[in-house]
């Protein structure tokens, strides 16, 4: 990738939907009592609920370089705004924008905007998975929280998590 990220076919984006829907067991609802991920991979919850805005932003400048650190040399992740727009990311490049107009014949106007998601779930649910769903980073909205998940990134990620004051919701 010439950029830190590529957007997604839609072949690629319904086989990586398909994947996460089947292997993570997504289960998007509005229910806070139903838990919206069944996962077989060491994971643990952060409650967004009571962080301070200082605290996620010091948790949120920590993901890039966690989720870096979990790559080959060549590998890249996939970023998933649900229902909206998917692609391929590499962390170790900067983030330099998050809106890009894609021109497609298909949509009125000629196009249509491209949304990088953020890694706060700030209204829709936001992934940033492991191409092979080995782990990654699940953002639920309704619920304020954080699911990460998968063996590499709880080890990058968990000693800041403790300096950083965030409570775990046991699950």
Not at 58 to 71: I, T
Not at 80 to 103: A, G, K, M, N, Q
Not at 105 to 128: I, K, S
């Amino acid at each position: 990738m010439d950029t830190f990220y590529s957007i997604l076919d839609e072949e690629e984006s319904k086989q990586i939907w398909d994947r996460i829907n089947a292997e993570l067991r997504f289960q998007p609802s509005v229910r806070v009592n139903q838990l919206p991920f069944q996962l077989s991979a060491p994971y643990l919850v952060l409650d967004l609920t009571y962080a301070t805005q200082e605290q996620v932003e010091k948790l949120l400048a920590e993901v890039p370089g966690a989720l870096a650190a979990c790559l080959g040399e060549d590998d890249w992740i996939y970023a998933l705004d649900w229902h909206h727009s998917y692609f391929r990311y590499d962390p170790r490049l900067p983030i330099t924008e998050h809106s890009h107009w894609v021109e497609d014949e298909r949509y009125m106007g000629g196009g249509y905007d491209a949304y990088f998601p953020d890694f706060y779930p700030d209204g829709d649910y936001y992934f940033f998975v492991q191409r092979d769903l080995k782990w990654g980073w699940l953002g639920h909205p309704w619920r304020r929280e954080i699911w990460i998940f998968g063996a590499p990134l709880l080890h990058a990620l968990s000693p800041r998590l403790e300096e950083l004051g965030f409570p775990v919701k046991a699950v």
